[in-house]
């Protein structure tokens, strides 16, 4: 496999359920970000792990719980989601400075 | 802080026509300026950046930008619009990690036959 994998590409949860997402960049990078978008809103830079190291968390709610266990490996981990978090979730990577981002497809969350 | 401001949230062009996207950056200092495209229920796909050196960059699928300092604007353009072009349009900039880009609101792209 080449490029950045996300799965699920779908998923239905409850607000009581516990999920993860899952992303594998085949890259070499060592940058990795988890970015949300919802729709009519700009693109959400949630998370940012640089060699494995967390190095930005913007504001988001402790329900939102990242692990990045290496350099090719992230996980969302979510847990008492709310009906406002139902987005389409993006992985992305990076070598760092390159300035350059490579998405996955994206993990279309819905929250009932 | 830094923002991407997209003229035109919508813009719809004849197949054949010129495109043109508009974007324009607010930075004191020059930033990485990048175009991506999303396809329906895809991630974005970078088609071009600008770094350093020239000011007209090329890209993938015919598209180009050109880098204009002086009017703090890198607008997206194509000579004739395919019905394959039609897409949600992103331009970002970013100071110097790509994590840290500022994306603009998008543009959606609509192609008539």
């Known amino acids: 496999e080449t490029g950045v994998t996300q799965t699920p590409r779908h998923l239905v949860m409850g607000m009581t359920n516990k999920k993860s997402l899952k992303c594998e960049q085949h890259?070499?990078?060592?940058?990795m970000y988890w970015y949300k978008q919802s729709a009519k809103k700009p693109l959400e830079l949630m998370f940012v792990?640089?060699?494995?190291?967390?190095?930005e968390n913007n504001s988001v709610p402790s329900r939102f719980s990242p692990e990045c266990p290496n350099s090719s490996h992230l996980f969302l981990h979510l847990h008492t989601l709310q009906p406002e978090d139902s987005a389409l979730y993006l992985c992305a990577s990076s070598q760092r400075n390159t300035g350059e981002l490579f998405f996955g497809e994206g993990s279309r969350l819905t929250v009932l | 802080a830094q923002s991407v401001t997209q003229l035109g949230s919508h813009v719809s062009v004849s197949e054949g026509a010129l495109v043109l996207l508009r974007c324009n950056y607010s930075s004191s200092v020059p930033p990485y300026l990048f175009w991506y495209v999303q396809y329906p229920n895809q991630g974005l796909q970078l088609l071009l950046k600008y770094t350093t050196g020239a000011t007209l960059v090329k890209g993938i699928n015919g598209f180009e930008a050109e880098f204009k300092k002086s009017e703090t604007s890198f607008h997206l353009t194509k000579p004739s619009a395919h019905m394959s072009d039609a897409a949600e349009y992103f331009c970002a900039a970013s100071l110097t990690n790509a994590g840290k880009s500022t994306f603009g609101d998008g543009t959606t792209l609509t192609v008539k036959p």
């Open positions: 792990y640089s060699l494995e190291e967390r190095v």
């Open positions: 890259l070499g990078h060592n940058a």
